[in-house]
T-cell receptor, first 113, second 114 residues
Framework: AQKITQTQPGMFVQEKEAVTLDCTYD???????LFWYKQPSSGEMIFLIY??????QNATEGRYSLNFQKARKSANLVISASQLGDSAMYFC??????????FGAGTTVTVRA | KAGVTQTPRYLIKTRGQQVTLSCSPI?????VSWYQQTPGQGLQFLFE???????NKGNFPGRFSGRQFSNSRSEMNVSTLELGDSALYLC?????????????FGSGTQLSVL
């Protein structure tokens, strides 16, 4: 079974600043994928970024980057130049040999003007 | 390209009734999975379908069932509804049968059981 831990229930960030969301995972599988999703108050789960366990380079997607530290089983999300529209719940998830996504509890990000 | 479409967006039912939720994946996607989201339990996996076959099932009672059609559209059914079934039900689709494939979600169906 896979497990995701997100230790930050909520965070505040000033507009235009960067924020790092923590994610640690636990799996016995050697091959797995790590995902980050954003869920605004509307409820839709928006895909942000993906990192494969064998990818040596950290994934980047626009203002999103993933700080992948395999030995520490860590996959932190960095959002650069925060915008007011970034205010949402953010979920880290892992998908391994059982193919299902296992999610963390989420981190609420509030961007202040 | 249209995203994942879930209907209806909102549903209100009473205990004991049954409900069917629909999910149309992104065109060309063959894998569909379902998740339940509640404030207490968070996001939990329900089941996954690929090419009309259920590949994986989460720890939910038999009242929860689903199916996938030949056009990859999927339906989820919950019978004998209970108050605890009130949740946001999210559907996700992916292109291929791979754990490294990106999953894209719909807007969800908000089910309220009274």
């Amino acid at each position: 079974a896979q497990k995701i831990t997100q230790t930050q229930p909520g965070m505040f960030v000033q507009e235009k600043e960067a924020v790092t969301l923590d994610c640690t995972y636990d799996t016995s599988d050697q091959s797995y994928g790590l995902f980050w999703y954003k869920q605004p108050s509307s409820g839709e789960m928006i895909f942000l970024i993906y990192q494969g366990s064998y990818d040596e380079q950290n994934a980047t997607e626009g203002r999103y980057s993933l700080n992948f530290q395999k030995a520490r089983k860590s996959a932190n999300l960095v959002i650069s130049a925060s915008q007011l529209g970034d205010s949402a719940m953010y979920f880290c998830a892992i998908r391994a040999n059982d193919y299902k996504l296992s999610f963390g509890a989420g981190t609420t990000v509030t961007v202040r003007a | 390209k249209a995203g994942v479409t879930q209907t209806p967006r909102y549903l209100i039912k009473t205990r004991g009734q049954q409900v069917t939720l629909s999910c149309s994946p992104i065109s060309g996607h063959r894998s569909v999975s379902w998740y339940q989201q509640t404030p207490g339990q968070g996001l939990q996996f329900l089941f996954e379908y690929f090419s009309e076959t259920q590949r994986n099932k989460g720890n939910f009672p038999g009242r929860f069932s689903g199916r996938q059609f030949s056009n990859s559209r999927s339906e989820m059914n919950v019978s004998t509804l209970e108050l605890g079934d009130s949740a946001l039900y999210l559907c996700a689709s992916s292109l291929r049968d791979s754990k490294n494939e990106k999953l894209f979600f719909g807007s969800g169906t908000q089910l309220s059981v009274l």
